[in-house]
């Protein structure tokens, strides 16, 4: 029976006779993890420096490593919503340590907690469970939170979406509304009280609508922070999207979704992909669910700027449950409607967040625009990592990066179309998933 | 002298994986009589390694009792550099099959002491009970390793400075940038690979085939250090076509012609059983060499009358007797008195 207690040894695993994804590569190459350090060894410098030999290698039979995959807009899952503060908020925690273990087997392996627009108590009560959890680098703790995803409320009421219009506010006073609004503990860095180390702020990533009044002049406080500032939910035009874009703003939230379409004579949010103004192009997150988004436009959006590509779920906690009506927002008594992948408000036919896994959104995008394997896992991986600036960190096979990895097997079905199965989950350099097991 | 005309240099690469394949297999390697294979760097043997480490894939050849020395190392470019011999053999070898790294040996170019580095070298080949097979392959100019033309062929693991032309033509590894270029390297002599038991030498490709012309069908020469090889007793070049260009018709002709026979009467070309097996068991191997003792030739003993220059591994001296000293004497104590 595995202990529990986890061992002061070190492992370091090898895997062999597998094709591991390198920039836009599939590259046949030894991968070396430990699980000491839980980082991607220095193979070679381990080799002949302490004369390291691996304690176990694995052969992969041709099956291809990518780093584990990151999701940036997950709203929870497993039936937890990150949004819902329970009556005891101290379950809170206890749940979501039970979605990180579950999550981990989906192969995402780092993701932004995302929260919907929500009253001032909920974003205080639920931000400080919600903050980058990898510092214990154990790999039974599951998936890690790289910080929260404030989506909302500092967005256009007519862009709202599924978000609770009541709660959709304006930031007049510039930052300090923000800071009122998450808590100034949430959205500054804070000092550990034992090791006296600076912690990053929990909040890892803000949308907002940058027409709303007071966000675009609050984006150089909030990417000071080390923040990343995201448009959405909004109805800016081309040269508003342009100014978040020149004042420090490097992401789109769900492009094409909840913003106003692209018009030959305003070409909106979407313009920002055009470097018209030889301003740096923003990544710019895709559902590529099948129902979200048309299959020609998330291809036209990739074309536009394969480099800033980044698949996300926007899943809600309802992944992975049978279909059925659910409880949505408990004051108004809205409740969704889940139809297989399709997720709507009840009574309306408004696409209400979707419930896919990452995995399944690669799979689409693969079938749908004809890209390459790699091209597909780098928009879970190193893309997503690009933005969140853990590069060499999250999402990469390159030596000393976390070695968060996902074994995946290749099928070519008899129609042409191509699948992609999750067969192992590592994380920190040990093994939290076997398909086979 | 072997010299075996294959095709392409894929076949030729092919032939030399499977000799060394089937030589390492017949030596039956343990942990305490390990293989000792030295091993080059450069574009030519990459074939090789690569059929090698197909052939481990494949369980069909195990590494584990086999110690490396490598050839040659750059001196003063970090260990880790992309270009350096220690990131060679290690993409191309080292992380692909089962040999141990402490059974690895390459130059440390960045050795706080050089010389001591080199003399280190020659005293673990020794200790490792010296080389059983040296795979080698030649530039242009017929080097091997880094002894470059007019080196000693009498030349032993050491400091070298790099000919202009090499750091010219290593300059396109190096961003086209000459200054990056690493001037020096160290390397094992020409003796040193001679004194291996056998050598196995690979060249491919029109451009060195003057070199093998040079090292086979002339005279032993500094300018062309691969001629030195025709003062071993086992050695084997390996060679494509395009290698035989500049070669007598007559010379390929009858390399060709020897190897059919030999196959036609059903035996490659093999080396002699006590060079197969190497010399078993060495009970006390010696970490550091003494100092000679010098005994008196007998018959049962010889010792080498040829010059060191020229020496072949002492397994393999040729038993000759020695002259023995005129001793003077009186005629008159031959003839019986009366």
Redesign the interface.
């Known amino acids: 029976m595995p202990s529990a207690v986890p061992t002061a040894r070190e492992t370091i695993t090898k895997f062999?006779?597998c094709r591991i994804l390198k920039g836009d590569e599939l590259v046949e190459q030894?991968l070396w993890v430990s699980s000491g350090t839980g980082k991607i060894v220095?193979?070679?410098?381990a080799?002949?420096s302490s004369?390291?030999?691996p304690d176990h290698t694995i052969n992969l039979d041709g099956r291809i490593i990518s780093p584990g995959l990151i999701d940036v807009q997950l709203n929870g899952a497993f039936g937890f919503n990150f949004s819902t503060v329970p009556e005891d908020p101290s379950t809170y925690g206890k749940v979501l340590r039970q979605v990180n273990k579950s999550l981990v087997q989906t192969g995402v392996t780092s993701y932004l907690p995302t929260l919907t627009s929500s009253n001032k108590e909920a974003y205080h009560q639920a931000l400080p469970f919600l903050g980058p959890s990898g510092q214990r680098r154990l790999a039974s703790d599951g998936a890690e939170s790289l910080g929260a995803h404030c989506e909302g409320p500092f967005l256009n009421p007519t862009k709202n979406g599924i978000h609770p219009r009541e709660v959709l506010v304006a930031a007049e006073n510039g930052f300090s509304d923000l800071e009122d609004m998450y808590g100034s503990e949430n959205i500054n860095p804070t000092l550990d009280p034992i090791s006296n180390a600076i912690l990053p702020p929990r909040i890892r990533k803000i949308t907002a609508a940058p027409e709303i009044a007071g966000i675009t002049s609050a984006i150089s406080d909030i990417t000071s922070r080390g923040i990343v500032y995201a448009i959405g939910h909004t109805e800016a035009t081309y040269e508003e999207a342009s100014a978040a874009i020149a004042a420090g703003g490097t992401m789109i939230t769900h492009l094409f979704n909840a913003m106003a379409p692209l018009h030959h004579r305003n070409p909106g949010v979407f313009g920002v992909l055009g470097l018209a103004k030889s301003l740096p192009r923003p990544y710019f997150g895709i559902i590529a669910d099948g129902i979200h988004l048309h299959p020609t436009s998330i291809k036209i959006a990739f074309n536009a700027h394969p480099d800033g590509f980044i698949l996300v779920t926007d899943a809600m906690h309802l992944v992975g449950l049978p279909d059925g009506v659910y409880s949505w927002n408990e004051n108004s008594g809205e409740r969704l409607v889940k139809t297989g992948p399709s997720l709507t408000l009840e009574g309306t036919d408004k696409i209400a967040g979707s419930s896919i896994t990452l995995i399944e959104c690669v799979n689409n995008f693969l079938n749908f625009s004809g890209c390459t394997i790699s091209q597909a896992l780098k928009a879970v991986t190193s893309t997503p990592s690009a933005m969140l600036h853990l590069q060499g960190v999250k999402g990469s096979l390159e030596s000393d990066a976390d070695a968060d990895l996902v074994i995946i097997d290749e099928e070519v079905h008899e129609n042409g179309a191509r699948s992609l199965t999750i067969d192992q989950v590592w994380k920190f350099g040990s093994k939290v998933f076997d398909r086979d097991e | 002298m072997r010299l075996i005309i294959r095709e392409d240099p894929t076949s030729a690469s092919t032939y030399i994986a499977n000799y060394i394949i089937d030589r390492i297999k017949s030596f039956n390697p343990t942990n305490k009589h390990p293989f000792v294979l030295g091993l080059p760097t450069g574009s030519s043997p990459v074939g090789i390694y690569k059929v090698l480490v197909e052939r481990y894939?494949a369980g069909e050849i195990s590494f584990e009792n086999v110690v490396t020395f490598n050839m040659d190392e750059y001196i003063g470019i970090p260990?880790?550099h992309p270009e350096s011999y220690?990131?060679f053999m290690?993409?191309h070898f080292?992380?692909?099959v089962n040999v141990?790294?402490?059974n690895?040996h390459?130059l440390n170019g960045n050795a706080p002491n050089l010389e001591a580095e080199c003399v280190q070298y020659e005293a673990a080949i020794k200790a490792a009970g010296g080389i059983d097979l040296f795979l080698g392959g030649i530039g242009p100019d017929g080097h091997i390793a880094f002894n470059e033309p007019g080196s000693s062929l009498a030349s032993r693991t050491r400091v070298k400075t790099l000919a202009y032309d090499t750091i010219i033509a290593n300059s396109r590894f190096f961003d086209n940038d000459i200054s990056k270029v690493p001037k020096m390297a160290l390397t094992v002599g020409v003796q040193t690979v001679l004194e291996a038991r056998e050598v196995v030498i690979i060249i491919t490709g029109a451009h060195k085939s003057l070199a093998l012309k040079k090292c086979i069908e002339e005279g032993v020469n500094h300018m062309w250090t691969l001629s030195s090889l025709q003062l071993h007793p086992h050695p084997m070049i390996v060679v494509d076509e395009d290698a035989t260009l500049e070669l007598q018709v007559k010379t390929v002709k009858y390399f060709k012609s020897i190897e059919a026979v030999s196959a036609s009467q059903g035996f490659e070309q093999i080396l002699p059983s006590k060079v197969r097996t190497g010399p078993r068991p060495i009970d006390n191997r010696i970490m550091i060499p003494t100092e000679e003792v010098k005994k008196q030739p007998t018959i049962q003993s010889p010792q080498p009358v040829t010059s060191t220059l020229l020496a072949a591994p002492a397994t393999e001296y040729p038993v000759r007797s020695i002259t023995p000293d005129l001793i003077p004497d009186r005629m008159g104590s031959r003839i019986a008195a009366y």
Not at chain 1, 42 to 45: G, T, V
């Open positions: 062999t006779n030894d220095r193979n070679q410098e080799f002949y004369h390291a030999v | 894939k260990r880790e220690h990131t290690y993409k080292f992380s692909h141990h790294p402490s690895t390459i």
